[in-house]
């Protein structure tokens, strides 16, 4: 800000000083005041502006732009505080997607192995269902061969032998029904 007003003091006399009057006014000018210019005191009113002009908006200015900064700096610490946050969340979802995997992953070792016991256990009662099934089969046929044989030797009595041929007294059909009954 210096700077500009020091540059400004240099520049603007040399600006109005390039820019010439006619013959005539500077003739009167210096027969009014005796000197041949008036650049002192166009200096001199141009110093007093400017200092009361810095007065007026030098505070204003410098309380705008500090303002403007702390707020730029608000802003930006708000951003890396979401930025942090938003790292942290990362990490934490990383954490848990970790753990999720290995979860998962135990999770199929688990299915896996309940799969095998599964399969060996569903192996072991088809045997088991095979060895009795073979069981009754052999009963069921036993059953049947005697089945068979009491049917062809039903068959066999009853065409061949009638109730001619034996020769059972009545006492001895007493007998036998009493046996069969006891």
């Known amino acids: 800000m210096k700077k500009i ?7 603007l ?93 135990e999770i199929i070792e688990d299915a896996k192995k309940e799969a095998a016991y599964l399969a060996q256990k569903i192996v072991e009662e088809n045997k088991n269902e095979l060895v009795l099934m073979d069981k009754q089969f052999a009963e069921k046929m036993t059953s049947e061969e005697r089945k068979a044989a009491r049917e062809a030797i039903d068959e066999i009595l009853n065409e061949n032998i009638t109730n001619d041929d034996i020769m059972i007294s009545e006492s001895k059909v007493v007998d036998i029904i009493s046996k069969k009954v006891a």
Do not use: C, H, M
């Open 5 to 11: 007003v020091l540059l400004s003091l240099l520049v």
């Open 13 to 105: 006399p040399v600006i109005l000083l390039a820019s010439g009057a006619p013959e005539g006014e500077v003739t009167r000018y210096f027969e009014q005041t005796g000197r041949e210019n008036d650049f002192w005191p166009r200096l001199v009113n141009f110093i007093i502006f400017a200092s009361l002009l810095y007065y007026l908006i030098a505070n204003p200015i410098k309380n705008f732009f500090k303002g403007r900064s702390e707020g730029i700096a608000t802003q930006l610490n708000e951003i890396e505080a979401k930025l942090q946050a938003a790292k942290d969340e990362k990490k934490e979802a990383q954490t848990r997607l970790d753990a999720s995997s290995k979860k998962a992953e």
